[in-house]
Nanobody, 128 residues
Framework: VQLVESGGSAVQDGDSLRLSCAASGRTYNSYVTAWFRQAPEKEREFLAAVERSNGNTHYADSVKGRFSISRDDDKDMTALQMNLLKVDDTAVYYC??????????????????????WGQGTQVTVSS
C-alpha cells in the first residue's frame, strides 16, 4: 500500500485546514491509521489515530478538541480536520498505517515504530 497526503497549505492563526491521506495498491486491511507531524529540529509527534475495525479514535492531549480524525472506507481515505490552528502547529504532517498489528503489541498508538507504512508528508505553515 502507498499513502499520499494532501491539503497542506499556508494559513493564518485561527484558521482551519483539512488534510487527506489517500491509500492505493491495498491488498490487505490496515489495523490503525494515524497522523503524526514533525516540526523543524523537533521529534516526530503523534496527533491522532483511528482503528479500522471499530472506528475508535485516539488523540494526543495537545490537539484534543481542536483536531479530528475520520476515515472513509469506501474511498480508502483518512482525514485530519484541524481547527483553531496556531503558529506552533507549523510542521510537516504525515499519515501512517499499522498493517501488522504493532500498535496492539506496543500498547500505544503514539509510538511511531508501530507504523510500517508512511506517506511523504504535507507542509502546514501557520503564521500570525
Amino acid at each position: 500500500v502507498q499513502l499520499v497526503e494532501s491539503g497542506g497549505s499556508a494559513v493564518q492563526d485561527g484558521d482551519s485546514l483539512r488534510l487527506s491521506c489517500a491509500a492505493s495498491g491495498r491488498t490487505y486491511n490496515s489495523y490503525v491509521t494515524a497522523w503524526f507531524r514533525q516540526a523543524p529540529e523537533k521529534e516526530r509527534e503523534f496527533l491522532a489515530a483511528v482503528e479500522r475495525s471499530n472506528g475508535n479514535t485516539h488523540y494526543a492531549d495537545s490537539v484534543k478538541g481542536r483536531f479530528s480524525i475520520s476515515r472513509d472506507d469506501d474511498k480508502d481515505m483518512t482525514a485530519l480536520q484541524m481547527n483553531l490552528l496556531k503558529v506552533d502547529d507549523t510542521a510537516v504532517y504525515y499519515c501512517a498505517e499499522d498493517d501488522i498489528g504493532r500498535t496492539r503489541f506496543s500498547g500505544s498508538y503514539a509510538v511511531d515504530w508501530a507504523y510500517d507504512v508512511w506517506g511523504q508528508g504535507t507542509q502546514v505553515t501557520v503564521s500570525s
